[in-house]
Structures are given as structure tokens and as C-alpha cells.
């Protein structure tokens, strides 16, 4: 056990999902835990899938106690503090984030974040970041890269030490400015802000304006029905294939 400022830190060497074995440690009310793994052999994602977890790759959750209400928010703040951290370790990349909190790198997906209610009042962020190695996926949604791919050199240690620096200006940021402020940085780096998307939700799929994003964290889509306020789904900036 260390600490990452006021945050107790577990570094494990195998666990099935690192959103599941950091319930244990928060029996007791007022902590705050990170744990990460250099293996995970059960990586849960978005919706029911699978996050295949390949060896060299990040593996992590933090887990406090925060109003339910703002998970949206939090799940934002996550994607920019990714985004910022790689950033820092290669400012000329292209980086860009993907409602509702996906980081790009050259366009396809380098990272997952999922959020998860945990016991009591605590939250669970997990996140999987490809540093060494991406999953070629048959029949996925989405293309994946990792950073070793982009030629950004790093390891797992110092890419979960830029995020949590990041991770937690932003929270004090959102517990003492807002939400407005940490949207409009993260809009700064929106894919496809302005421009055309396709929305699915619930199989069903929408095109419209990704005009932005509301307080509560939902993307506003100008359609030929007036503006929609989507609150889940999976957005894409390419016509999807049959086997998406
Ligand atoms: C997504 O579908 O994009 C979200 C993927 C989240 C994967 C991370 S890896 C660490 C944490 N533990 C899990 O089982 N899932 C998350």
C-alpha cells in the first residue's frame, strides 16, 4: 500500500476486474482508493462487453464517495484528465475525446472508462489504457491503437501518475468552479464538434449536429425533430457497417 496524495494506492499483480477487487477495500465509508493490476483476466467494458486486457497495457479504479447524481460529470472529467495526461507526454499527438468519454489517439480508441455505483454512497471509475499493445477486435464497434503504436513512449506507472495529477486539479476544479468550465475545456478537444454524428441507442440509429453538451454532462443533437438531448448511447462519425 502507498499513497497518491491523499489517496490510498493498491498495486496488484493479478485481479479478474479491477472495478470488482476495489470493493473490498471500501467497506468502511470516507476513503479514497486507487488499485490498479498489471493483470486483469476479466476486463469489463461499456454495455456488457468485454475489455480485453492485454499484458503491458493499464489497468486501474478509483473508488469514492460522491453523489450519484454527478457520475455523468465525473465520467467527463475522467476523459479530459486522460487526455490531458497523454497530452503531457507527447503534445503534438492527435488527441481527441468521443462523447460520452472515450480518448482517441490517430482517431481510434486508446483507452475505456467505465463507471460503476459501488457499496454505500461510493463510485467506481475504471479505466484501461492501451500503452504497449491494442486488441485487434474482429467485430468491433471501433478501431483501436495503443500509444507504443503512435510511437509515445511510457508505462503503465507514469501514464497513472499524469492522470491522477490531472484527475484531481479537475475534481477540485468541479467542486469549486462547476461543470461549465471542465465542459468547455473538454469541448475544446470534441471529435466532430459542430459537425455530423450518428447516434445509436438502443439499436435504433439518429444522424444529426453534435452541438454540444448540457449541465448534466447529455450531448445535444440538432435533428430535423428539433434539438434531442441524448443521455446513452454510442456515437459514431462514419455510416456503421452491418456488423456493428
Ligand atoms: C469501455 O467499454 O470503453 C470501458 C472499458 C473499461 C475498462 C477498464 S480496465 C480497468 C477497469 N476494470 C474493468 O473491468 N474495466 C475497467
Not at 476486474?17 to 476513503?31: L, P, R
Not at 464497434?141 to 503503465?156: E, G, N, Q, R
Request: aromatic share 8%; glycine share 8%.
Amino acid at each position: 500500500m502507498a499513497l497518491i496524495n491523499d489517496w490510498i494506492y493498491y498495486s496488484l499483480a493479478e485481479v479478474d476486474s479491477t472495478n470488482d477487487a476495489i470493493k473490498k477495500y471500501c467497506e468502511n465509508s470516507g476513503k479514497k482508493i486507487v488499485l490498479s493490476a498489471q493483470k486483469q483476466t476479466a476486463g469489463r467494458g461499456r454495455r456488457g462487453r468485454n475489455w480485453c486486457s492485454l499484458n503491458g497495457n493499464l489497468f486501474f479504479s478509483m473508488a469514492f464517495e460522491y453523489d450519484i447524481r454527478e457520475a455523468g460529470k465525473l465520467s467527463f472529467i475522467s476523459s479530459l484528465s486522460l487526455l490531458q495526461a497523454l497530452k503531457s507526454l507527447s503534445p503534438v499527438a492527435d488527441i481527441l475525446l468521443k462523447w460520452p468519454n472515450d480518448v482517441l489517439l490517430n482517431q481510434a480508441k486508446v483507452s475505456g472508462i467505465l463507471l460503476e455505483k459501488g457499496n454505500g454512497a461510493y463510485i467506481i471509475i475504471g479505466i484501461g489504457v492501451n500503452i504497449a499493445r491494442s486488441p485487434q477486435l474482429q467485430d468491433s464497434v471501433y478501431k483501436t491503437v495503443s500509444l507504443a503504436d503512435a510511437a509515445v513512449k511510457s508505462t503503465p506507472a507514469e501514464v497513472l501518475s499524469l492522470f491522477m495529477k490531472h484527475f484531481l486539479q479537475n475534481l477540485s476544479l468541479l467542486q469549486t468552479k462547476g461543470f461549465a468550465v471542465l465542459r468547455d475545456e473538454w469541448l475544446k478537444y470534441a471529435k466532430n464538434l459542430g459537425q455530423e454524428i450518428i447516434v445509436r441507442q438502443n439499436g435504433k440509429t439518429e444522424k444529426g449536429i453534435f452541438e454540444g453538451i448540457d449541465e448534466d454532462a447529455a450531448l445535444l443533437l440538432k435533428t430535423s425533430a428539433g434539438q434531442k438531448r441524448i443521455l446513452a448511447g454510442d456515437i459514431f462519425f462514419d455510416e456503421i457497417k452491418e456488423n456493428e
